[in-house]
Nanobody, 129 residues
Framework: QLLLVESGGGLVQPGGSLKLSCAGS????????IDWFHQAPGKEREGIGC????????FYADSVKGRFTISKDSAKKTVYLQMNSLRSEDTGVYYC??????????????????????WGQGTQVTVSS
C-alpha cells in the first residue's frame, strides 16, 4: 500500500490556473505510474491523464489535452497536475492513484477500476466567477 497525499485545490475563476500536488510515501515513486482522475459533481470518476515512473511518458484525455500538464519531481516524490485555462466543467474532486509499473515506458487513459496500490484523498477544485 502506498500513501498518497494531495494538495493544491481551491477556487479559481474561469481561465485561471491551479497546480495540484500528489506526494507519495515510501522511498520512491519511480516504480509507479501515477494516474489522475476527475469526479465532477453527480458524475462518475473519470481518468484524465497519467505519467510513468521515469517521468518520460504521459497521456492526456482529450478533455484536458493542451490545457493540463502532468510532471514529476522524483527527489520530492511528488507528481504535479498543472491545470491552465480552467473551465467550469473542470469543477470537481481530483484524485491521484498509483499503479505498480516499474518498467512501463508509456501509459494510457486511466480507468477508476484499474489496479492501484494507493489513492490520494482527493482535492476539491471549483472553477467559478
Amino acid at each position: 500500500q502506498l500513501l498518497l497525499v494531495e494538495s493544491g485545490g481551491g477556487l479559481v475563476q474561469p481561465g485561471g490556473s491551479l497546480k495540484l500536488s500528489c506526494a507519495g510515501s515510501g522511498p520512491t515513486l519511480d516504480y509507479y505510474t501515477i494516474d489522475w482522475f476527475h469526479q465532477a459533481p453527480g458524475k462518475e470518476r473519470e481518468g484524465i491523464g497519467c505519467i510513468v515512473g521515469s517521468g518520460e511518458g504521459t497521456f492526456y484525455a482529450d478533455s484536458v489535452k493542451g490545457r493540463f500538464t502532468i510532471s514529476k519531481d522524483s527527489a520530492k516524490k511528488t507528481v504535479y497536475l498543472q491545470m491552465n485555462s480552467l473551465r467550469s466543467e473542470d469543477t470537481g474532486v481530483y484524485y491521484c492513484a498509483a499503479g505498480w509499473a516499474p518498467t512501463m515506458t508509456f501509459c494510457t487513459l486511466p480507468h477508476p477500476n484499474g489496479t492501484y496500490v494507493g489513492w490520494g484523498q482527493g482535492t476539491q477544485v471549483t472553477v467559478s466567477s
